[in-house]
């Protein structure tokens, strides 16, 4: 096992027809401590050299460490694969006060209700993180998942400001803001208005002129409204084997939290998991909490050489095909670290996919028929 005071830092920078790595590692040597780097094109970077002449201590070398770490972010590297610069604001992890309204899985037989009904319309779930942007007197700010203030890519940034005050919800996908909602525009806040009228105002109002130019990295999620309308862009978003889709109830007020009026439909199934501790190699070990707040083991996942590796308690991002209560994830793969979500959160009942012809209740125990509490709501299993 390695030592725990060892670490791993990964950099990018992307500018122009420059698209370069710079890797830096704290890393023991017997008795003493060295700092080892690496850098060169992406996907190309060179043999791992000395950073410190000799060995020396740890204090000594985590310093150099940082101060490495510290000198290569000055000059436009960042730890975010895209390579983009971001913008590095004093308010990063301070609390804004603002909740995101969070959508609640559903299966595919709901969904289907959902498509047929003209109380809800559905936008394409972009992959990527949930960002909320507020513009005030044309400073941006992004908001992370759990309402703290977050640092954005710059380009984001310089295009927001242009709205001078103006608060919007979206996700961030590498250096492009997905806006699929606004929440309060020129000191009008719309916050108590239904989805239908906020989603007008975003798409005919404020938007307009926008997005015209191939390289803004503003886009709107354009959301549909009539049945035919839904069941074309349910098909698009299928055949180009997409994340999914969510459905939000037209005439509903943005309420921050956990939402019985937002739902998504995913086709590519992830979970925040737990990792639960290393194996040998490039593998960790994952878990979810059950209704009892136990750990319960869903199975392995490699960590890619161009990530660091996860410690045990940290929270991850894991793909998969399936669920099989009892064993693991079918086919896991790693999406990256998770620092936007409370260990809570990672919940057995977020796995909405299971094997065919299993089901499961919220201890995560396995059963070959539906589980059913008292006065608890019909549960639907994911059709494969």
């Not at 909602?181 to 798409?203: H, K, N, T, V």
């Not at 960790?284 to 009892?292: E, Y």
Request: glycine content about 10%.
């Amino acid at each position: 096992m390695s030592n725990p005071h060892e670490k791993s830092i990964y950099l990018y920078m992307t500018e122009g027809s420059s698209d370069k790595e710079y890797h830096v590692h704290l890393r023991a040597c017997g008795d003493a401590w060295g700092v080892q780097y690496a850098n060169g094109p992406r996907g190309r970077v060179g043999k791992t050299k000395m950073k410190t002449e000799t060995p020396v201590t740890l204090d000594e070398a985590q310093e150099v460490f940082k101060a490495l770490v510290k000198s290569k972010i000055k000059t436009g590297y960042t730890e975010a694969e895209t390579g983009v610069r971001f913008t590095n604001t004093e308010m990063a992890h301070q609390a804004s006060g603002h909740v995101q309204q969070l959508p609640t899985g559903i299966d595919r037989q709901r969904a289907d209700e959902l498509t047929k009904s003209d109380r809800f319309a559905i936008q394409e779930k972009a992959n990527g993180e949930r960002c909320s942007i507020e513009v005030r007197g044309g400073k941006v700010r992004g908001i992370n998942k759990l309402g703290l203030y977050r640092d954005l890519p710059e380009n984001v940034a310089h295009e927001m400001a242009a709205f001078g005050e103006a608060f919007m919800d979206g996700e961030l996908v590498g250096n492009t803001y997905y806006v699929f909602d606004l929440l309060d525009y020129r000191g009008d806040d719309l916050r108590g208005r239904g989805f239908g009228e906020r989603y007008a105002i975003l798409e005919e109002e404020v938007l307009t002129g926008m997005f015209r130019t191939p390289q803004s990295c503003l886009q709107l999620l354009h959301a549909s409204f009539t049945t035919d309308g839904k069941r074309e862009k349910i098909a698009r978003i299928e055949e180009e084997n997409r994340e999914g889709w969510v459905y939000k109830e037209v005439a509903t007020p943005y309420l921050g939290g956990r939402s019985d009026a937002v739902f998504k439909f995913k086709l590519v199934e992830s979970a925040t998991c737990i990792v639960a501790g290393a194996n040998a190699g490039r593998s960790v070990g994952i878990a979810l909490l059950n209704a009892a707040n136990d750990l319960v083991p869903v199975g392995n996942v490699t960590i890619p050489s161009n990530h660091a590796m996860p410690k045990a308690g940290e929270l991850v991002e894991v793909a998969f095909l399936y669920f099989n209560p009892g064993g693991a994830f079918e086919q896991p793969v790693y999406q990256g670290p998770r620092n936007d979500i409370l260990r809570e959160e990672c919940l057995i009942t977020q796995v909405k996919r299971l094997k065919p012809g299993v089901y499961m209740d919220d201890m995560g125990r396995r059963s070959e028929a539906p589980i059913q509490a008292a006065g608890a709501p019909p549960r639907h299993r994911m059709r494969a």
